[in-house]
Nanobody, 121 residues
Framework: QVQLVESGGGLVQAGGSLTLSCAAS????????MAWYRQAPGKQRELVAV???????SYADSVKGRFTISRDNAKNAVYLQMNNLKPEDTAAYYC???????????????WGQGTQVTVNS
C-alpha cells in the first residue's frame, strides 16, 4: 500500500506565501505523475498543478505565475510553492500520485488526507 502525507498548510495573509510538501511511502516501485488538487467548500475538487516523472509541469490558469510544483524523485516527494496568495486560494489541498507497487503492475491513484490553506484578505 502507498501512503501520501501532506504538510505545510496554514493561515496566511493575502499576498503571502506557503509551501506544501507531500511524501509518498510504502511499497513503491515507481511513481508516474504527482499532482496537487484543491477543494473549496461547496465546490468540486480541481487540479492545481501536475508534474510528470520526466519533469514536465502543468498548471491551472488561476495559479499560473504564482504557484510552482516540483518533485524529488529520490524522496518520492512533491512540493507546491505558493506565492502571492489570494483569498480565492482558500481550500483544502490534496496530494495525488499515480504509483505502482511492482514492475508490470498498473498504476493506481493515491491521495493524501488534505491540508487546509486559508488566505485572509
Amino acid at each position: 500500500q502507498v501512503q501520501l502525507v501532506e504538510s505545510g498548510g496554514g493561515l496566511v495573509q493575502a499576498g503571502g506565501s506557503l509551501t506544501l510538501s507531500c511524501a509518498a511511502s510504502g511499497t513503491i516501485f515507481s511513481i508516474n505523475h504527482m499532482a496537487w488538487y484543491r477543494q473549496a467548500p461547496g465546490k468540486q475538487r480541481e487540479l492545481v498543478a501536475v508534474t510528470t516523472s520526466g519533469g514536465s509541469t502543468s498548471y491551472a490558469d488561476s495559479v499560473k505565475g504564482r504557484f510552482t510544483i516540483s518533485r524529488d524523485n529520490a524522496k518520492n516527494a512533491v512540493y507546491l510553492q505558493m506565492n502571492n496568495l489570494k483569498p480565492e486560494d482558500t481550500a483544502a489541498y490534496y496530494c495525488n500520485a499515480a504509483a505502482r507497487i511492482y514492475s508490470g503492475s498498473r498504476y493506481y491513484d493515491y491521495w493524501g488526507q488534505g491540508t487546509q490553506v486559508t488566505v485572509n484578505s
